[in-house]
């Protein structure tokens, strides 16, 4: 039945590829590049059976082990959990044990269709993996990123010390704060694009991580600094200026 599979999808695929390399409009594309489409395509089709052999492998593997225990231990193979406990570990085992074949498997394929283009890519891929990969996941483990991250603003309490960044055409730079006796003409945003943009931060805000050890103290710390300076502000700038 696999046989007679195979041979009907060979022959359909041989029609798609004669009417890739037939077809007017990919003729008219350019020289070569139908014969380019149709080497895509072989190669695309080698992959997946390279993927699809390494599969059965694994799945008549799963078949031996499972033979082999129910064998070996005919009690502890008729519990659900402890058979399938056995078979992951051997599944896990023969992804180790094979996991470049479906590559090398790959590259055998095209080989022997002398697809050299989806050779030397798979030859790339392959030494990457092999070689590279490991190499980098070493160094960016050392990267660690937070769980959690906290923010804590507090308020600027004099003008002259706000922050103002001039934004233009993806730009940004801090300016000087230059206060002005004189209120500005412009209440919207500019939307002209050739003109910039300036924003003004009254805050300063200071960021806390749970990448670091002993991140609670200086959680506590930073908190009780922050709500009480903002509480000193609010108390006694805002609110006796907005009682007068």
């Not at 072989?42 to 799963?62: C, G, T, Y």
């Not at 502890?76 to 470049?100: D, M, V």
């Not at 300063?204 to 609670?216: F, G, K, Q, S």
Request: charged share 20%.
């Amino acid at each position: 039945m696999k046989e007679v599979n195979e041979a009907v999808m060979k022959e359909y695929l041989q029609r798609v590829y004669n009417s890739i390399l037939s077809h007017p409009d990919i003729m008219a594309l350019g020289e070569g590049i139908a014969q380019l489409l149709v080497h895509q395509a072989q190669s695309i089709v080698l992959m997946h059976r390279a993927v699809e052999n390494v599969q059965h492998r694994l799945h008549k593997s799963q078949e031996e082990v499972k033979d082999r225990l129910c064998n070996i231990h005919p009690v502890l193979s008729r519990i659900g959990p402890w058979l399938r406990s056995r078979l992951r570990t051997a599944e896990y085992k023969f992804s180790q044990e094979n996991q470049w074949s479906a590559h090398e498997e790959a590259l055998a394929l095209c080989n022997s269709q002398k697809l050299y283009q989806t050779v030397y890519f798979l030859n790339r891929d392959l030494a990457f993996m092999k070689d590279r990969e490991p190499a980098l996941l070493r160094e960016l483990r050392k990267d660690k990123t937070p769980t959690r991250s906290f923010l804590w603003p507090t308020q600027i309490w004099l003008p002259t010390n706000w922050i103002v960044r001039r934004n233009f055409q993806g730009d940004s730079e801090i300016v000087s704060t230059v206060l002005s006796n004189q209120a500005t003409s412009i209440t919207t945003p500019r939307s002209d694009p050739s003109q910039p943009v300036f924003l003004v931060e009254k805050e300063i805000v200071r960021t806390t991580t749970t990448r670091w050890p002993l991140w609670r103290i200086f959680n506590y710390f930073h908190r009780t600094w922050c709500w009480t300076w903002n509480a000193m502000f609010f108390f006694g700038i805002v609110l006796p200026w907005c009682a007068q």
